[in-house]
């Protein structure tokens, strides 16, 4: 358990519905993550907050994704209107302001887009 | 960014060393070289990163060569716990030095009994 908490672990959805994690980061942690990944593929940046400020997106957040971190600890990722392409694991990482990059990751909420 | 290159797949006897090689040939000079790994079902563990000087760890030690352009992650007496994805990243400083890692295809060591 590396304290990085994602919720849920796995969803199943139909296409074209709305779906929504969560991701708890290491509570002492303000910068916060997330990364997608497909099957045999590396995990793929998306987007990055320092405390509740949305600092880079990546050109794969399509304008259906919508990331926030309302009091800079806990982080939610939206996918409207899934597609099935969307089908993915979708990782948080989390770590300290300060020091090296050393981040933090949770187990991963994997997506499955029917 | 600093591209790296790995070879996709690695075998090691159990009990025996493990070196997985690493080219980044246009790091630049302040770019620091880290590597994780990721057991399957797993998220991406963080092992151990350098500069420019060789690093050890209770996981791994890190050789960098002079030049900064190659680098090789040692774990001394792989199990097979160690069986997973390695990954060699150079996070990129600009535009901006956001820390976001750039994963590639890492390489997949399989250790066997």
């Known amino acids: 358990d590396t304290g990085v908490s994602q919720d849920p672990r796995h969803k199943i959805t139909k296409r074209g519905q709305n779906v929504t994690f969560r991701c708890d980061p290491i509570?002492?942690?303000?910068?916060l993550y997330w990364y997608r990944q497909t099957l045999g593929q590396g995990p793929e940046f998306l987007t990055y907050f320092q405390n509740e400020a949305q600092l880079e997106k990546s050109r794969l957040l399509s304008d259906r994704f919508s990331a926030e971190r309302p009091k800079g600890s806990f982080s939610t990722l939206e996918i409207q209107r899934t597609e099935q392409g969307d089908s993915a694991m979708y990782l948080c990482?989390?770590?300290?302001?300060?020091?090296?990059?050393?981040?933090?990751f949770g187990a991963g909420t994997r997506l499955s887009v029917l | 960014d600093a591209k790296t290159t790995q070879p996709p797949s690695m075998d090691c006897a159990e009990g025996r060393a493990a070196n997985l090689p690493c080219n980044h040939s246009?790091?630049?000079?302040?770019?620091?070289v880290y590597w994780y790994r990721q057991i399957h079902s797993q998220g991406p563990q963080y092992i151990i990163h350098g500069l420019k000087n060789n690093e050890t760890n209770e996981m791994a030690s890190l050789i960098i060569t002079e030049d900064r352009k190659s680098s090789t992650l040692i774990l001394p007496h792989a199990t097979l716990r160690d069986t997973a994805v390695y990954y060699c990243?150079?996070?990129?400083?600009?535009?901006?030095?956001?820390?976001?890692?750039?994963f590639g295809q890492g390489t997949t060591l399989q250790v066997k009994p």
């Open positions: 990482a989390s770590r300290q302001g300060q020091g090296q990059n050393i981040q933090y």
């Open positions: 509570s002492e942690h303000n910068r």
């Open positions: 246009t790091i630049s000079g302040n770019e620091y």
């Open positions: 990243i150079v996070p990129p400083l600009l535009p901006s030095n956001t820390g976001k890692l750039i």
